[in-house]
């Protein structure tokens, strides 16, 4: 026999998602209405002008893709590349390997700069590959590193893609809502995040905006973007603000309501309030890990607030520690990933997640189950 499904509530602090607040969980069980519906319109324009103060930026193109994190990115790349484009990736882990795959899968050219899982993209590395390269049309990282928990300088990268006359591309999944992040200041092309993290909204919903540099480039394309659900051009006529609006698919309406709830309380709160609260949070945690000798994997000037990656203390089995947080205090922590699977865990302060009661169970749990 079927029945309902009731999960246990669990505290997610791990990568990512992280906690839904019940504020936004009412918003999710409002009534669901039509996806052209007028008040449904005025709903997604509230969302854009939200969007546009998470983002810091004043691009018009700057909407909520009804897919997860991933789709941002292909979005990002598909609309922006073509057959035979030069880009230069960053890979300092999983996620810089998926931009990787990506801009691959269009034809076009990826030219890798490298660095070591936990380090930050090298700058010089970024400058050495443009002027080996002079006809590059894009540059790709990811700001937040969530495989490793790595904060590249994406303002000083945007500044390298500007000078040499380049489009830039930044995932920022993880650190939308958690850390420093200024869109127009840091003259950022495309961007892309997700609901699940730092906006502690339910997975699924991907916000994005491009500059509108990046929407001309997309305008001025040779050949078609191969992905129809993904072609912003098309996207661009249901998100428009112009009044006419016109059917592309069937938005996830209850989610959006979600994602306005989040978007909402980010705004109540501030979102340099929200940065510091990260930051604050990063700190009682590593004092809490420096009291059961934890070590951090990423250098200390690189870190990331709301993914704190950590280096299991040998001798101590991964599995079985993660398997006892969740069964005896509900609480997820998350596992390495890639190359860094076993040897590392990755502990989430996103969004909702990151209070001083969830650090302080969190340490007090570690130190029962490693006892
Ligand atoms: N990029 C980064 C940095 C991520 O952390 C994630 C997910 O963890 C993604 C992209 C993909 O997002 P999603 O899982 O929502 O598709």
Redesign the pocket.
């Known amino acids: 026999m079927f029945e309902s499904f009731n999960p246990t509530p669990r505290i997610l602090m791990g990568?990512?998602p992280s906690n839904v607040s019940p504020r936004v969980l009412g918003a999710l069980s409002r009534p669901t209405i039509g996806h052209l519906d007028p008040q449904f319109i005025g709903l997604m324009d509230e969302i854009k002008q939200l969007l546009q103060y998470a983002f810091n930026t004043e691009n018009t193109f700057t909407i909520a893709l009804s897919a997860?994190?991933?789709?941002g990115?292909e979005a990002c790349v598909v609309n922006l590349i073509e057959p035979n484009d030069k880009v230069i990736v960053c890979i300092n882990g999983v996620?810089g390997t998926?931009l990787k795959e990506n801009i691959e899968r269009v034809g076009a050219q990826a030219i890798i700069v490298e660095d070591k899982w936990g380090d930050p993209v090298t700058l010089d590395k970024v400058e050495g590959a443009f002027k080996a390269n002079p006809t590059v049309k894009a540059l790709a990282f990811?700001h937040?590193?969530?495989s490793t928990g790595a904060r590249s300088d994406a303002k000083t990268l945007c500044q390298l893609a500007k000078k040499y006359n380049a489009l830039s591309i930044v995932?920022a999944?993880?650190s939308l809502g958690g850390s420093e992040l200024k869109v127009d200041e840091w003259g950022i092309d495309a961007i892309y995040s997700?609901s699940?993290?730092c906006l502690s909204c339910v997975?699924g919903i991907?916000p994005i905006s491009f500059s509108d540099k990046a929407v001309e480039v997309l305008k001025s394309r040779k050949s078609k973007v191969q992905s129809w659900f993904l072609d912003q051009s098309l996207v661009m006529n249901y998100w428009s603000g112009e009044g006419k609006r016109s059917y592309h698919h069937t938005a996830p309406i209850n989610s959006l309501y979600a994602l306005h709830e989040s978007l909402l309380m980010l705004k109540q709160e501030g979102l340099e309030n929200a940065w510091q609260r990260h930051h604050n949070l990063h700190l009682a945690l590593k004092s809490g890990l420096e009291k059961l000798n934890i070590e951090f994997l990423v250098d200390e000037p690189h870190r990331l607030p709301q993914l704190n990656s950590v280096l299991i203390p040998n001798g101590i089995d991964d599995n079985t520690v993660r398997t006892a947080l969740l069964s005896k205090y509900n609480l997820e922590i998350g596992a390495g990933l890639g190359q860094l699977a076993g040897k590392t865990w990755r502990i989430g302060l996103m969004g909702s997640t990151a209070n001083e009661q969830n650090v302080a169970l969190l340490i007090a749990a570690l130190q029962d189950v490693l006892s």
Not at 68 to 71: L, Q
Request: hydrophobic share 30%; net charge neutral; aromatic share 4%.
């Open positions: 990568p990512g997860p994190g991933s789709a990115m996620f998926r990811v937040a590193e969530t995932d999944v993880t997700g699940q993290k997975p991907s």
